[in-house]
């Protein structure tokens, strides 16, 4: 089964406006982290945000922040105020056991979501 | 600040041929991971070093080698290369929650 869905293979945004990209993910495993990372047509992978499992507050990193929705299995990407050099594809990941221990496991992704922001 | 340093950007090798990967991981951090991503695709792990020792090991092929020297830089070599293994090749590396990935290898195999 898909640890980490990203249900959107694409988004179209105007410029200025917020898009949310959607992510939820599947895990019994009570210790967990869930990142963004954008990557451009250039190819490199960026990272943009981080969240942690027990963190209490939504993560947030300038124009972009997560909404974590632990219930729900969610951890949605908003992009504010959206420039046209935010158009790339945007992946969603999760590590598990991420009890803050000596060393940090690997990261699952998802499938993409291409965004697209409009003049 | 410090990024993550691959070497080469990008590689073009023939079939069977071998090719090596250089990965410079951020000043301090202690743990590196090797990542594999197809064109149209996620990226994949491969394996991870923590501390120079092999830490977790993900959907490796046989063929491919990694190691983790003591100035902390680490190598995926690869041997009897094939058309499948045309990817971008990413290592990433951490100190704490964060991952930071490096530009990438494009490896072409023809």
């Known amino acids: 089964a898909q640890k980490i869905t990203q249900t959107q293979p694409g988004m179209f945004v105007q410029e200025k406006e917020a898009v949310t990209l959607d992510c939820t993910y599947d895990?019994?495993?009570?210790?967990?982290?869930l990142f963004w990372y954008k990557q451009p047509s250039s190819g490199e992978m960026i990272f943009l945000i981080y969240q942690g499992s027990y963190d209490q507050q939504n993560a947030t990193e300038g124009r972009y922040s997560l909404n974590f929705q632990k219930a729900r299995k969610s951890a949605n990407l908003v992009i504010s105020a959206s420039q046209l050099g935010d158009s790339a594809m945007y992946f969603c990941a999760m590590r598990e056991g991420d009890a803050g221990g000596t060393s940090y496991g690997k990261l699952t992704f998802g499938q993409g979501t291409i965004l697209t922001v409009h003049p | 600040a410090a990024g993550v340093i691959q070497s080469p950007r990008h590689l073009i090798k023939e079939k069977r041929e071998t090719a090596t990967l250089k990965c410079y991981p951020i000043p301090r951090h202690d743990t590196v991971y090797w990542y594999q991503q197809g064109p149209g695709q996620d990226p994949q792990f491969l394996i991870s070093f923590y501390e120079k020792m092999q830490s977790d090991k993900g959907s490796i092929p046989d063929r491919f080698s990694a190691q983790q020297f003591s100035d902390y830089h680490s190598e995926l070599n690869m041997s009897s290369l094939e058309l499948g293994d045309s990817a971008l090749y990413f290592c990433a590396s951490s100190l704490v929650a964060e991952q930071y990935f490096g530009p990438g290898t494009r490896l072409t195999v023809t």
């Open positions: 895990t019994s495993d009570p210790s967990y982290g």
